[in-house]
């Protein structure tokens, strides 16, 4: 009934189940991570290096970084939406996360691949 | 006993503010809040509310009392005193006409846009559309709903977007028709929730709940409607 939407996917639905998605995604490699820093005490760096070198670890951090941008943009509109009343105030403000979620994917991948 | 009423008069007043009545109870009787505005009334004719019948059927007397949503008729001063002091305030986020009086348009407008009333271009049998036990069943718990705005006034997503999150209230009677057997616009229903406000404002915090004079579960039946929206996508 609200038909002009910015949202990430402009439906209702696809938000919400990109925000459930992208948490789960994100629960598990924070799981993992402390995981694997808990079973590693005595972790050096050649074997922190190796672990990120590895395809399916690079998979994991490329779909938890997208997650990461997925869920707080989706978040963040919500938020703006919900507080922010002024049509340029908000503007500004979704701009802006738009544009810090793209830095820091490209940022992201940058250092985890190590280009 | 102290009881703080919120005072506003548009015609007089240049903000609203709190009056406080002292006023002496009746010994050894649990009495109404409903009962108590009746009692103030009659010492300050001035003291504005709706009330009708005066036994949690009409949804008229919604308020806010000592910080919770509730019908004054049927919430026991006992339960609504804090630290000895009762205060009464309008349903919070809807705009105050005078005193405890709110304008409920804005409620209203969203119980419209889910279209209340049963689709079904069938034509009408003879005497009636029937039901098995198990179709009427799934309505228990939808359609108890007097529409009193406790719950919609409760939600800070209808605080925050009242022109466009349907609310509690009005998404629980959405379901009310989704879950019908006899309606047959249920695809039509469905799109018109599909957007990030109409349903997915809610982020299940359940204040409807814990305020409901009825006991009713719109969180309950904003998550059907949800799992609805995701089975016909998915």
Not at chain 1, 40 to 58: G, I, K, V
Not at chain 2, 156 to 172: A, E, I, M
Not at chain 2, 183 to 211: K, W, Y
Request: net charge neutral.
């Amino acid at each position: 009934m609200v038909t002009q939407i910015t949202s990430f996917g402009r439906s209702g639905l696809y938000d919400w189940m990109m925000q459930r998605v992208s948490a789960v995604v994100l629960s598990l490699y924070t799981v993992f991570i402390i995981g694997y820093l808990l079973l590693n005490p005595d972790l050096t760096y050649d074997q922190w290096s190796a672990l990120f070198e590895a395809t399916w670890m690079r998979i994991f951090s490329l779909m938890v970084l997208l997650s990461i941008g997925m869920h707080s943009w989706i978040g963040l509109w919500s938020i703006s939406t919900d507080y922010i009343k002024a049509t340029g105030a908000r503007f500004f403000f979704q701009s802006l996360c738009g544009l810090v979620m793209f830095v820091y994917i490209v940022w992201g991948v940058q250092v985890l691949w190590g280009l | 006993m102290l009881v703080s009423i919120y005072r506003y008069n548009p015609e007089k007043d240049d903000a609203p503010y709190m009056q406080d009545y002292d006023i002496e109870l009746p010994a050894g009787k649990d009495l109404m809040v409903l009962d108590v505005l009746n009692l103030l009334k009659a010492q300050d004719p001035s003291i504005s509310y709706r009330r009708s019948c005066r036994e949690g059927v009409c949804g008229s007397d919604g308020m806010n009392m000592s910080g919770k949503n509730g019908l004054a008729c049927i919430t026991p001063v006992s339960e609504a005193v804090k630290k000895g002091k009762l205060v009464l305030r309008p349903l919070p986020g809807l705009p105050v006409v005078r005193d405890l009086v709110v304008d409920m348009g804005q409620f209203y407008k969203q119980y419209e846009k889910i279209r209340p009333f049963l689709i079904n271009d069938a034509p009408a049998p003879a005497i009636e559309r029937l039901q098995s036990p198990e179709e009427r069943e799934k309505l228990d718990g939808l359609y108890e709903c007097i529409l009193c705005a406790c719950c919609s006034t409760a939600c800070p997503s209808f605080w925050w977007n009242p022109d466009k999150f349907v609310g509690p209230s009005g998404l629980l009677q959405a379901y009310r028709f989704l879950a019908d057997s006899r309606d047959t616009a249920t695809q039509e229903r469905l799109s018109d929730l599909d957007d990030p406000f109409s349903v997915f404002r809610c982020h299940g915090i359940m204040n409807c709940v814990n305020v409901c004079p009825k006991g009713l579960n719109p969180t309950k039946a904003i998550g059907n409607i949800r799992t609805m929206l995701l089975q016909r996508a998915t």
